[in-house]
């Protein structure tokens, strides 16, 4: 071993001679003074280095973990260039993303609990209900103002900004994963390239293009900083890695719009809110009935916990597209509430439907929306099959999905098994699947609910049952003698699974 350091000292030591005979012929020429001098600005320098404050990063704290998330998805780009298609290849590829989180029970202040009626029957209790839920035109003055106070807030940023609001809801009223799931979408709407223009220096390089992607991404960042710091909104969190990026902003009561804080989803020229708002609209007016369904039903999946797509569930607007599909082809006795999408004057405008598809016409119903709601829960529980069929409003009627959709294979838990998730097909892209985001937990979880609300609906005995706010369960605690003898014997860690997998 001495020997095979000796070269390395003796080198180090050479260069040692080398450095010291340089300063020795640097110093030599000079007299006392000017060593001395030399001597004072060499300290001065090093004490004003120690003393300068590092740079800081100017993402903001409450949009770090966005910036970081967006900046790994940036590079994945960069690495698949060739974009992604619908063929076969691909259509089957099992699901690669990490698993979101799972669900924590957090001790509350002030708990909602679940609706009181004082209606004694099943369609009394639900009638009661969507009077409450309904959005009024209150909740529609509401968010005008929320959509002002948001645009005065980025105008000085970007003046050609546009803001639209959109209600799904009742404001007035507390609910279960209310801040998880506003029922307020505000969204931003700019022309792309004056976006680029005004966000200047925000973008950076990308090699001669522009990643529409990424210039969404840091408009949202942009404008969340005016809303936060200029416009007294609050952050809640961030969604970034979806098809639509957004953030969930806080307006305090202290806006005076309201007597409780409003949460509102935040999104820059985005579509979605644009296309469920249409849809809503004008299934209200082909059948009201209609409407009050997917308000229903999204009610109690919000309360249930499996409308939040952070979490690997269905979105509203995939609620809202299941709701249609069953009044178009999952009712029973040949009847139908609602035609295929080319049936909707306005929606099918938008969604840029070619002439062979025609309208189909609806045959109609006399059940109520109380019995629409329990036929609901049947068709999705015992008679659509989840594997093979597709949910289309385009075609209106049961069948496998088109070839332009890309199935999603959710892989299970263990890693040993895949399953083909839900094909949700959105009627303004046939190749987007909505049930894309859906894992393994968030899978089980939708049988889980279907299977309970078809327990209650059978009964018919409480709507307050079946929308009895959802709670993670009680974590399991092993005792302690338990605990030790495992990490005797194993030497592992007690910490509960998920937090196994978390880290």
């Known amino acids: 071993m001495e020997l095979l350091h000796k070269p390395q000292q003796n080198g180090n030591f050479s260069n040692f001679l080398v450095i010291a005979f340089a300063v020795v012929c640097v110093v030599m020429p000079l007299d006392l003074s000017q060593l001395a001098f030399a001597v004072v600005g060499a300290v001065a320098f090093s004490i004003l280095q120690s003393i300068q404050p590092k740079k800081r990063d100017v993402v903001p704290k409450y949009l770090r973990a966005s910036h970081m998330s967006s900046k790994n998805s940036g590079k994945a780009i960069v690495r698949n260039e060739k974009p992604k298609t619908a063929s076969n290849s691909n259509r089957f590829a099992p699901q690669q993303n990490g698993l979101p989180r799972p669900d924590i029970r957090k001790p509350s202040a002030a708990p909602v609990k679940a609706p009181t009626f004082q209606s004694s029957a099943w369609d009394a209790q639900v009638t009661e209900l969507l009077h409450q839920i309904s959005p009024s035109i209150d909740d529609d003055k509401i968010v005008a103002k929320l959509a002002g106070m948001v645009k005065a807030a980025i105008k000085p940023m970007i003046p050609e900004v546009e803001v639209v609001g959109f209600a799904s809801g009742d404001l007035t009223r507390k609910k279960a994963f209310g801040v998880a799931v506003p029922d307020v979408d505000v969204v931003a709407n700019v022309n792309p390239l004056v976006l680029a223009e005004r966000l200047g220096g925000r973008l950076g390089s990308f090699n001669g293009k522009l ?67 249409a849809l809503l609209t004008e299934c209200g007016h082909i059948d009201t009935r209609a409407r009050e369904l997917i308000l229903l039903v999204k009610r109690w999946a919000k309360d249930r916990g499996i409308c939040h797509a952070a979490k690997g569930h269905l979105s509203p607007y995939a609620w809202s597209l299941l709701c249609i599909f069953f009044l178009q082809a999952g009712m029973t006795d040949d009847e139908s509430i609602l035609p295929n999408l080319a049936g909707f004057k306005k929606a099918s405008k938008l969604a840029h439907l070619t002439p062979p598809e025609q309208p189909t016409q609806a045959t109609g119903s006399g059940k109520s929306t109380a019995a629409l709601f329990a036929d609901f829960i049947t068709f999705y529980h015992e008679i659509f099959d989840w594997k093979t069929e597709a949910v289309s409003l385009r075609s209106g009627r049961r069948g496998k999905p088109g070839l332009a959709l890309p199935l999603h294979i959710i892989l299970s838990e263990d890693g040993k098994t895949t399953t083909v998730g839900p094909s949700i097909e959105d009627p303004f892209d046939d190749s ?54 495992d990490k005797a014997a194993k030497g592992a860690s007690t910490a509960a699974p998920w937090r196994a997998r978390q880290a």
């Open 432 to 485: 987007h699947n909505l049930g894309a985001g859906m894992s393994s937990p968030s899978l089980a979880r939708l049988f889980e609910e279907l299977a309970r609300a078809s327990d209650i609906c059978s009964k018919a005995v409480s709507l307050a049952e079946l929308l009895e706010p959802w709670a993670p369960p009680e974590q399991e605690h092993e005792s302690s003698d338990a605990r030790d003898e």
């Open 211 to 277: 990643d529409p992607k990424k210039l969404q991404k840091s408009a949202i960042r942009a404008c969340t900083d005016r809303l936060v710091s200029a416009g007294g909104f609050k952050f809640r969190r961030s969604a970034f890695r979806g098809a639509e990026p957004k953030v969930t902003l806080l307006a305090p009561a202290s806006f005076g719009i309201c007597e409780d804080s409003i949460p509102i989803d935040f999104s820059v020229n985005v579509v979605s809110p644009l296309h469920n708002a």
